[in-house]
């Protein structure tokens, strides 16, 4: 496929990117269940930069994973776009990841052998598609990676890598990009780094990113957060801010 | 510490499980070679114990000499029997007439088996007690055209008493004659021995068709009741004390005897195999070494946990070698099962080759099992030496300390110890093959052994680079997943380079076997052009048959046919210890027939003493026209001979004499082959038929033109060819284990990438293409290795034996690229079940993982 081809999302901030209906996952049996999530029905707007919040075992990453077609629901939906991936199989889902999800992880997000460039092209490589390389460049050039492109994963500091992820989470310009606690394990300057890249290229770019995080700060900037308690959503909220999450989190808390 | 060594075990079954195979098909293999040639042993023992039941004692000539681990003895007189028969407790005697016959159906074909067991033909023995055999239809024979034949070859003929069977008797007066079937014996308890065929004649008949007449092969003597065979022996040898060259042994030591024949003969066919076996437990060694250390590698952190609770090296080193020895120990007694079941298969491969074995208990004796298992359980442990010492210096600071896995690390002194390993592996290998003096087998194969291990371990040395070149054009080929299918087996060139070791082994020997039989092909063939001026040869069928020279007659009258002259191969002894043998024809014409290249001196005069020889043995004997041979015959004893012709055709032997000095120092006037020339003008094709048709009488030969001649050597060396790959194989299955098993512990190890890449979108077919490729990678460098060393072997052999007539240096491109085929295939059924198992992990639990 050439580049004239490829799906090109629209940078719109207008429909719904990601939506669950009535989602529930159960883990186990009879005495042993655990609800994951609880009939959960949820929509994250396109354009939007959304962070899930909650406490350890809130359901949040389920949630995630889930959304982004790791993970399959006990009962509910799951719609990206129009699509409904409820029900699709292994094949079309690891299409659906491919070709329209980005995603960032908290550790191990490169593959050690290959360099950083070919870890940033990766889904595409997997696709057997070219990038658009205009878009590529900029998104290199936005997370400053140009010096570092043909270094391997050991050869790069740990932001260093969160960075590559973010690039290749960006490159293929996916409808959404799910990312997973993607500041935790670097140090605060690097983590604010990233979480700077993510939300410019919400705003210039219109892209769309669910983020589940615990870090308040990081939540600070997300456009929305949205919070788990128990399997089930528990409080939203726009325009957040750093402190007004801490506030918020402090009340679910107590 | 040994609870948490067994805990271990037992919490890793099914890596043990893995590990446990290499050993356990290399120990089966074994243990399946001993169990089979201890049940043949058994069988053949008892047999020779009940068909000479009533034999007390044998009569016959002294051994002249041996050539070819046999004895040479002559016949003796058949009027020795009266002199027997006087003697002082001698129930009954017997005139004992062996040699060859073959038995052919009705439908013209031949019952006795071209290759494989013989035709064996006796002289009927009046004396119930002195048979060997029994009678179970119709009675003995009584006139010159009187025959009984074995139940097998009857029953597979479809002869009942009364036919005319037609015979094939092999020596001096032999020829084929029909003859009246009076009777059908069995042989023991079984129709036939080892799928032998049997042929009674009258007396007369066999002393004409088989020996001469008046001259036995020996006599067969029964003792009256209550006479010891001791007394009985001692008495003979005094009555016969005045005929020289005149033996006698009692009735136990000529079973003796001949179980030990059939044990050198058995030994041979058991050496053979377990030189395979051997093989297949050294690559077994290898998997089991290159398993160890990645697990080792893996439990580096619990290895440094231990240590740092107080865990004593020794502790740690004792811990790894009871998992070995566990796995060793499971391993032997699994492949010991599996032994017993593999001798079924092995008898089947005999009997492929034209060995019948009859059916017996199978026989596990004590020597099997502790041979083989101890074996298994040694090899298994020698091989954990290396990875236990590793673990044991794994440093108490591992645990807490992100240290990397495996060392990827080449070390300069790996790259001289490989070096030094493969020299002096060179060096006594080609010592063996050109250096002379003793233990030429032994040097051989230690040095065979040691280009093996050196190899292996230079192997890490260059396995980074030649994986990026063999996965060269992968990425370009099969995208990302090729890429990272090239990477990975770049990425630990310690582990990519011991699992090809495995592989390069059985690689390295088929390659070798196959430069060497096709070197040999090409050597004979050129000879064959160079040599062969007949227009046919009547080519020896089968091991030890000869063409009874009636054939030469018989051709000969066929119109259009100028001459046919035969070949004939005998044993001489020349000095001390050599045991040559000579070859004679009628040297007024061979020129026409074969080219010997005559260097010096001319065929055709030479006298009754005369002797050819050919240049490298008057070279190294420092021999020239003139010199005095002393050459010992069995029948004639020491004469000498004077060298008269100088030749350098090294397909033909090394010494020839003229006809009529057969015939004098000969008893036995049979040929190996018999020339056809036909005279002038005489179409080649017109002629065939009436020829063919003489020689549908004889299997013992087959009429070949030029052509037919190259293509049935060509043959005999391809069928052992095909022996020897079969015999490969489990070497190679072995390896393809070890390449599947190293895949399947490094999935494990990246079972976080996996999961990654699944996640940002690889699909499972691409996973498993991933896996498949790096396994190709694997595979085809240790087929690379193996190929550059058997090449090496296979040019080596041919040069040491270029004096042997094998000039031709042969690398059949063609094979040798199906060979590299083969190894990508390897690669990919290696991968097979790794592949599946990589793509069905399960994403949340591999990126989950912390």
């Known amino acids: 496929m050439t580049a004239t081809t490829q799906p090109v999302t629209p940078p719109t901030s207008t429909g719904t990117a990601a939506r669950a209906v009535d989602a529930s996952k159960v883990y186990g049996q009879g005495e042993a269940e655990v609800r994951a999530l609880d009939h959960i029905s949820v929509d994250f707007a396109r354009g939007q930069y959304t962070a899930i919040m909650g406490p350890s075992g809130s359901g949040k990453s389920t949630l995630l994973h889930c959304l982004a077609g790791l993970d399959r629901l006990t009962s509910g939906q799951v719609v990206l776009g129009d699509l409904d991936i409820t029900q699709l199989h292994e094949k079309e889902l690891t299409r659906v990841r491919r070709d329209r999800l980005g995603f960032i992880f908290q550790t191990f997000n490169l593959i050690p052998t290959l360099t950083a460039l070919e870890n940033i092209t990766l889904p595409m490589a997997l696709a057997g598609r070219d990038p658009d390389q205009e878009w590529l460049e900029r998104v290199i050039d936005i997370v400053g990676l140009r010096p570092r492109l043909k270094h391997r994963p050991s050869e790069l500091s740990g932001g260093q890598q969160q960075r590559v992820a973010v690039a290749r989470a960006l490159a293929s310009r996916p409808e959404i990009v799910f990312a997973d606690e993607p500041t935790g394990n670097v140090d605060s300057k690097a983590g604010a780094e990233i979480l700077s890249f993510m939300s410019q290229v919400v705003r210039d770019f219109g892209q769309t990113i669910v983020m589940v995080t615990h870090d308040p700060v990081a939540a600070g900037y997300a456009g929305r957060v949205v919070f788990l308690a128990d399997g089930t959503i528990v409080d939203d909220l726009t325009a957040p801010t750093a402190d007004s999450v801490l506030d918020r989190m402090r009340k679910l808390g107590g | ?850």
């Open chain 2, 1 to 850: 510490m040994w609870k948490v060594a067994i805990k271990g075990i037992l919490a890793k079954k099914f890596r043990v499980v893995l590990t446990s195979v290499a050993i356990v098909l290399g120990v089966a293999f074994m243990a399946g070679t001993l169990v089979l040639s201890d049940t043949i042993t058994r069988t053949f023992d008892t047999l020779a114990v009940q068909v000479n039941t009533g034999l007390s004692a044998t009569v016959r000539a002294k051994s002249a000499f041996k050539a070819q681990g046999q004895d040479q003895r002559n016949w003796i007189d058949a009027s020795l029997l009266d002199t027997v028969k006087q003697v002082k407790g001698v129930q009954a005697a017997s005139l004992d007439v062996a040699g060859q016959a073959f038995i052919i159906g009705k439908d013209g074909k031949s019952i006795t088996k071209t290759t494989g067991a013989p035709g064996l033909a006796f002289a009927w023995d009046p004396n119930a007690t002195l048979r060997a055999v029994h009678l179970v239809a119709g009675g003995a024979p009584t006139q010159a055209n009187d025959v009984v034949i074995d139940k097998h070859s009857a029953d597979k003929g479809h002869y009942v008493v009364g036919d005319q069977v037609r015979i094939s008797a092999n020596a001096t007066n032999g020829g084929s004659d029909l003859y009246r079937l009076t009777g059908i014996v069995k042989f023991g308890s079984v129709d036939s021995p080892l799928g032998a065929t049997l042929t009674f004649f009258t007396q007369d008949t066999a002393q004409r068709v088989l020996t001469a007449p008046g001259k036995v092969t020996s006599i067969d003597v029964a003792a009256s009741p209550g006479t010891d065979q001791t007394v009985l022996v001692s008495r003979l040898r005094a009555a016969l004390a005045g005929q020289p060259g005149i033996e006698v042994i009692s009735g136990q030591a000529a079973v003796k005897e001949q179980q030990d024949q059939f044990q050198t003969f058995l030994g041979f066919i058991k050496k053979f195999l377990l030189v395979f076996a051997i093989i297949a437990l050294l690559v077994g060694s290898f998997v089991i070494y290159n398993t160890f250390s990645i697990t080792i590698a893996q439990r580096t952190r619990e290895m440094a946990l231990l240590r740092a609770i107080g865990a004593a090296r020794r502790q740690l080193l004792a811990s790894v070698f009871l998992e070995a020895l566990v796995t060793g120990i499971v391993a032997s007694v699994i492949g010991l099962g599996g032994g017993v079941l593999l001798a079924a298969g092995l008898k089947a491969l005999l009997g492929g080759l034209g060995f019948d074995i009859p059916a017996g208990g199978t026989v596990v004796t004590v020597g099997t099992i502790l041979t083989a298992g101890l074996t298994g359980v040694v090899v298994t442990v020698a091989a954990s030496l290396f990875p236990a010492l590793r673990a044991s210096r794994v440093p108490p600071i591992a645990a807490i300390r992100d240290v990397a896995i495996e060392s990827t690390k080449l070390s300069r002194r790996r790259l001289i110890v490989g070096l030094v390993i493969t020299a002096l592996g060179v060096f006594s290998l080609l010592r063996g093959l050109f250096g002379g003096g003793g233990q030429t087998g032994l040097k051989i194969a230690l040095g065979a052994l040691l280009v093996f291990v050196g190899v292996a371990v230079l192997g890490p040395v260059f396995a980074r680079p030649a994986a990026r070149l063999i996965g060269a054009p992968l990425p370009r080929l099969k995208g990302v997943t090729g890429n990272l299918a090239r990477e990975n087996a770049m990425r630990n060139p310690k582990r990519t380079a011991s699992t090809a070791a495995a592989l390069m082994i059985g690689v390295g020997l088929v390659g070798f076997v196959t430069i060497f039989a096709s070197s040999a092909t090409a050597s004979v063939n050129s000879a064959i052009d160079q040599s062969m001026k007949a227009d046919y040869i009547v080519n020896v069928q089968g091991f030890n048959t000869t063409l009874p020279p009636r054939i030469e007659t018989e051709i000969a009258a066929v119109p259009g046919v100028e001459r046919a002259v035969g070949l004939r191969i005998g044993p001489i002894k020349i000095g001390g210890s050599v045991e040559p043998q000579v070859q004679a024809t009628d040297l007024t014409i061979v020129d026409q027939l074969f080219d010997l290249q005559v260097k010096q001196g001319s065929l055709g005069k030479m006298g009754p003493t005369g002797l050819a020889i050919d240049k490298k043995v008057a070279k190294s004997r420092h021999w020239k026209i003139g010199s005095q041979v002393p050459m010992q015959f069995a029948l004639t004893g020491r004469t000498t001979f004077t060298v008269e012709a100088i030749y350098s055709q090294p397909a033909f032997g090394s010494y020839v004499i003229s006809l009529p000095a057969y015939q004098k120092n000969f008893a036995t006037q049979a040929d190996t082959s018999v020339f056809v020339k036909l005279k002038p003008g005489v179409d080649a094709l017109a002629v065939r038929p009436s020829i063919e048709k003489v020689m549908k009488n004889y299997p013992q030969g087959d009429l070949q033109n030029r052509a037919e001649f190259k293509a049935a050597q060509a043959k005999q060396i391809t069928q052992l060819l095909n022996l020897i790959y079969a015999l490969l194989l489990m070497a190679i299955i072995i390896a393809v284990f070890g390449i599947g098993v190293t895949l399947a512990l490094s999935i494990f190890e990246r079972t976080r990438e996996i999961g990654l890449l699944r996640a940002v979108g690889m699909s499972r077919s691409q996973v498993r293409s991933t896996v498949r490729w790096e396994s190709v990678i694997i595979a085809l460098f240790g087929t690379l290795l193996g190929l550059i060393i058997g090449i090496f072997f296979g040019w080596a052999l041919v040069k040491a034996l270029a004096s042997e007539g094998l000039n031709v240096l042969s690398l059949p491109p063609g094979r040798l690229i199906v060979l590299v085929i083969l190894g990508a295939i390897v690669g990919i059924l290696a991968a097979w079940w790794p592949a599946r198992r990589a793509a069905k992990l399960d994403i949340l639990d591999a990126i989950a993982t912390e």
